[in-house]
């Protein structure tokens, strides 16, 4: 491989052969918002904390949670991602579908993917949902909290600098999906009362989104009841 073929993301995006970037654009908009992904609950073992009953569907995308509880998102978001660029799962026998399962083993559901009307970034209400009391101890002891640092040129979410949101293990709230997918091990980290050897600040973790062109740089702080 020559210095030619190793090329980053804006080389290619400042090719000549590239009529213009508003056309650039547009193409990632026909694309990535073509379609959302229905998600039924087919199977609940016991009682779910968070409330998910049998039947229960959702419109979501690789940002979009639709209240779903984020111990259920998070686990499915990888295969759902492939389902939502237009790729399949070689397992799967029809290509449009998948199924998954909470992180508690609680919660079944199937996974299948809707080509939208017009493409178009999808976003429905995250409503919040009181876990304290629960069972669960790292949540009864502590508050979560994602400040957003900063944003290279322009967060497709919404998220912005000095942005400050509340989160936990099960409640995404208006963080985007592909940003908790990503924190979520870290924020059962703080809320498990460990930290991370590297920071200076055991009650603080700093990361990035994992989007390189619109990336959002954020620090995670854990603070007590």
């Not at 178009?120 to 957003?148: C, H, P, S, W």
Request: aromatic share 12%.
């Amino acid at each position: 491989m020559n210095a030619t073929d190793n090329k980053d993301f804006m080389q290619e995006l400042e090719k000549e052969t590239r009529a213009s970037v508003p056309d650039f654009f547009e193409k990632i908009k026909r694309e990535a918002y073509r379609y959302y992904e229905e998600v039924t609950i087919t199977d609940i073992s016991g009682t779910c904390p968070y409330g998910h009953k049998k039947g229960d569907v959702f419109k979501v995308t690789n940002m979009n949670a639709d209240s779903m509880c984020g111990s259920l998102y998070q686990p499915i978001h990888t295969n759902l991602v492939t389902l939502h660029y237009g790729g399949t799962l070689p397992w799967e026998k029809d290509p449009e579908t998948f199924n998954g399962i909470c992180h508690e083993g609680r919660v079944r559901v199937a996974v299948r993917r809707v080509e939208l009307p017009k493409p178009q970034v999808l976003r429905t209400e995250n409503r919040i949902i009181d876990m304290t009391g629960k069972g669960f101890a790292g949540i009864d002891a502590y508050r979560i909290y994602l400040e957003t640092i900063s944003v290279a040129n322009s967060c497709t979410w919404g998220h912005c600098e000095g942005q400050k949101v509340e989160l936990d293990a099960f409640n995404i709230g208006r963080v985007c999906g592909f940003l908790y997918w990503e924190i979520y091990q870290y924020v059962n980290l703080l809320l498990s009362g460990g930290s991370a050897a590297w920071e200076a600040d055991p009650d603080i973790m700093h990361g990035c989104c994992p989007d390189p062109f619109n990336q959002v740089t954020y620090r995670l702080i854990r603070e007590k009841r």
